[in-house]
């Protein structure tokens, strides 16, 4: 085995995060396949790089020193990749962007301007992940970020390339006033009476593998609110009793909603990056990616919920998610 970039990376998500599980989460990988990496890494250091706790992981002193150093070695490649990776044939370009509804896409454009302040990023809104593939096929867009689910992979033609962002649990949010509300976490079939707020099918599995969750806790929803729209609206109603809704595990609860995992996490959800082989340079499909991944690490920090269910014993791994991937 040699040293990659991406095996820095690893050491840096592990070293942020706090725990092999967050990492795992933040960077798309299962945490076993995490842990298994992790191990191969220290091997070809020849020692421990992290100590292991209940509470998570913390580097030992070489790893602190091997962290550390990795941080200038991936500063140090995203300042060569930089340099001119925002012009085409010698003239500045503009980066189609589309995303579906994900918290990622602000932290993300933010962090590429800054990254590469020469690019100009035109970015739309497009909720279906499989319109994102068909304008990226049809060349209306250069890169996006799309979902898909465990055992539903996006499909698209060998002219796009794809690269696993994370793969995360779904969570429920329900008015603070809900009976459920102290709990820990929530079992679905304790919802089978709930009105929900559902997004509308998004061409990637979604809603179907809600309503097959929800069939094989023994129900079907009493209530389904079909609701595509703006997440401050959402929440007023959750708070106002209006119903509940499955949401995003880092979203930030307003005042009079709480967000809460699902025994057994039986929903997840993969956020990818999408683009055009002909359409982008390595470099910044590269510097999309650490973007969009940075972005989710400061989701998490700010979300306390995520980093209680991470840190819980009751917490499972997606058998069938799919992993990180570039095709």
């Known amino acids: 085995m040699e040293l990659e970039l991406r095996h820095l990376r690893t050491l840096c998500a592990i070293a942020d995060a706090g725990s092999v599980g967050r990492a795992a989460a933040v960077l798309g990988y299962s945490q076993p396949a995490m842990s298994t990496q992790l191990r191969r890494i220290e091997r070809l250091f020849g020692e421990p790089l992290f100590l292991r706790g209940t509470g998570g992981v913390e580097p030992t002193a070489y790893g602190v020193e091997v962290v550390a150093q990795a941080r200038d070695v991936l500063a140090r490649a995203e300042a060569i990749g930089r340099r001119g990776s925002a012009v085409a044939s010698g003239r500045d370009r503009t980066l189609r962007f589309a995303a579906t509804n994900t918290p990622i896409l602000p932290g993300l454009v933010g962090r590429l301007r800054a990254v590469l302040p020469d690019l100009t990023v035109s970015v739309s809104s497009v909720y279906s992940s499989t319109a994102i593939v068909e304008q990226l096929e049809d060349d209306v867009l250069d890169a996006g970020v799309a979902a898909d689910y465990p055992s539903l992979e996006l499909a698209h033609s060998d002219r796009l390339a794809h690269r696993g962002i994370v793969t995360e649990p779904s969570f429920v949010a329900l008015p603070s006033r809900h009976p459920l509300a102290r709990r820990v976490e929530v079992a679905l079939s304790d919802l089978a009476s709930e009105a929900w707020f559902m997004t509308p099918d998004d ?21 389904v609110h079909e609701f595509l729209g703006d997440q401050t609206q959402l929440q007023t109603m959750i708070a106002d009793g209006l119903g509940i809704s499955m949401v995003q595990a880092t979203l930030r609860p307003l005042p009079g ?22 359409g982008l340079n390595d470099d910044v499909a590269e510097a999309l990616f650490a973007s969009a991944s940075a972005a989710y690490r400061a989701l998490i920090a700010r979300s306390a919920h995520f980093q209680t269910w991470a840190a819980g014993a009751y917490r499972t791994s997606p058998t069938t998610a799919p992993h990180r991937s570039a095709h």
């Open 257 to 278: 909603v709480v967000v809460k995992p699902l025994i057994g996490t039986p929903l997840w959800c993969r956020y990818l990056l999408v683009w055009r082989r002909a």
């Open 203 to 223: 061409g990637a599995g979604w809603p179907g593998v809600f309503y097959a969750a929800c069939q094989t806790a023994g129900f079907e929803p009493a209530a």
